[in-house]
């Protein structure tokens, strides 16, 4: 049985203390930035992970540096022991619990050097094992810190609404992102590799900011969608929805419809990615979905062959938590044809519709073997 770590953020005071330690002891962070940027500089080339995002997490993670296990056990991630450890460990009050529901001591590894935690963390991120959560975040630049701090709080890494703002805010007050170069890494169902801009040595966000673009001899590969593409408009469950042209992103899809992507993808729980490519026909809500379906005419969907809980929930605009609700189900379950779905109201234990299981990911992280 695999070990489920809900890892909260991993950080051992408060975030928000922890926050305002970052912004107001200037020395200490240019310390850490010194120390350690060429650990994530070179776990980004070994990995595809942002520098800048490396050092912002193990920034807001070890508290500078300053963690009792950072300091104590080079472990700036947090990692805990897990099954298949061996080496050194450091034991300390975290969340775990025994059997009467007290916290106990929890078992940390303990490395030789700081470098092995950024590996270490690397490793856990880069993982196949956990592709179907991680994977998409390496199909964005190494220079797209913002998409990364976003992603990572999307995949639920880390429980804690703010994670993303905290991280971006600690890149930019710092200029993290200078540390941050095009890597060439393959993209998920990509014939080639891409290749973004070669040297950012200014905030790219901002209007001056001055980009030298070499070896642009690599291509990037791209949907091929006219710019002017519109979309065929529907009311489901009196919410907004557009079916999607096929063959494009969903970022393609949240510019041209003027939309924030993290809401799309907030929107859209099947959608994990804003680099997924859209299915021809794929129905896309710009709202947030609702509890139940608005028509006491229809109170049940009948399950054909391979539809999951996921398409169902498009179907009407029932949130995917709540339909799985209403029907005693768990994400991993998926109905049989036949099966009669509530689409409105709660079903007791003996009305649960046939289903099988399928193998998923729990929603928190998953360290496996590395806790």
């Known amino acids: 049985m695999r070990l489920i770590i809900a890892l909260k953020v991993f950080v051992f005071i408060s975030i928000s203390a922890q926050s305002s330690f970052l912004f107001a002891n200037k020395k200490l962070t240019e310390d850490y930035v010194s120390n350690f940027k060429a650990a994530a500089i070179s776990e980004m080339k070994r990995t595809g992970i942002p520098a800048s995002i490396k050092l912002a997490q193990g920034m807001l993670e070890s508290n500078l540096?300053?963690?009792?296990?950072?300091?104590?056990?080079?472990?700036?991630?947090?990692?805990?022991?897990?099954?298949?450890?061996?080496?050194?460990?450091?034991?300390?009050?975290?969340?775990?619990?025994?059997?009467?529901?007290?916290?106990?001591?929890?078992?940390?590894?303990?490395?030789?050097?700081?470098?092995?935690?950024?590996?270490?963390?690397?490793?856990?991120?880069?993982?196949?094992?956990?592709?179907?959560?991680?994977?998409?975040l390496f199909t964005l630049g190494t220079t797209d810190y913002e998409g990364w701090a976003n992603g990572l709080r999307f995949s639920g890494y880390a429980t804690d609404p703010t994670y993303a703002n905290k991280l971006i805010k600690i890149i930019e007050s710092n200029q993290l992102y200078k540390y941050d170069?095009?890597?060439?890494t393959p993209k998920n169902n990509a014939s080639e590799p891409i290749l973004v801009s070669n040297e950012v040595k200014e905030n790219p966000k901002s209007t001056n900011s001055k980009v030298d673009?070499?070896?642009?001899?690599?291509?990037?590969?791209?949907?091929?969608?006219?710019?002017?593409?519109?979309?065929?408009?529907?009311?489901?469950?009196?919410?907004?929805?557009?079916?999607?042209?096929?063959?494009?992103?969903?970022?393609?899809?949240?510019?041209?419809?003027?939309?924030?992507?993290?809401?799309?993808?907030?929107?859209?729980?099947?959608?994990?990615?804003?680099?997924?490519?859209?299915d021809d026909g794929e129905i896309v809500f710009l709202e947030?979905?609702?509890?139940?379906?608005?028509?006491?005419?229809?109170?049940?969907?009948?399950?054909?062959?391979?539809?999951?809980?996921?398409?169902?929930?498009?179907?009407?605009?029932?949130?995917?938590?709540?339909?799985?609700?209403?029907?005693?189900?768990?994400?991993?379950?998926?109905?049989?044809?036949g099966a009669k779905i509530s689409l409105i109201k709660n079903l007791s234990k003996k009305e649960t519709p046939s289903f099988r299981y399928v193998e998923r990911f729990d929603s928190y992280v998953d360290l496996g073997g590395l806790k």
Request: proline share 2%; net charge negative.
């Open 181 to 184: 170069e095009p890597i060439m």
């Open 288 to 337: 947030k979905k609702k509890r139940a379906y608005h028509d006491d005419q229809t109170a049940f969907h009948i399950v054909s062959s391979d539809e999951t809980m996921y398409e169902i929930s498009q179907m009407y605009g029932i949130r995917l938590e709540s339909l799985l609700a209403k029907n005693n189900l768990t994400h991993d379950a998926v109905p049989n044809k």
């Open 65 to 136: 540096g300053r963690s009792d296990l950072a300091y104590r056990a080079n472990n700036h991630f947090g990692i805990k022991c897990g099954n298949n450890w061996t080496g050194e460990v450091y034991y300390k009050l975290d969340d775990d619990i025994d059997s009467t529901g007290n916290i106990m001591e929890s078992c940390f590894r303990s490395y030789a050097s700081a470098f092995e935690s950024y590996v270490a963390h690397s490793d856990f991120l880069t993982n196949p094992a956990k592709s179907s959560r991680y994977g998409f």
């Open 213 to 278: 673009v070499k070896n642009t001899d690599v291509k990037k590969t791209t949907p091929k969608t006219s710019s002017n593409t519109k979309y065929k408009s529907s009311k489901i469950n009196d919410l907004k929805a557009v079916y999607a042209n096929g063959g494009e992103t969903v970022k393609d899809l949240s510019n041209r419809m003027g939309k924030d992507v993290f809401e799309i993808l907030e929107y859209n729980e099947g959608i994990t990615s804003q680099d997924e490519i859209l």
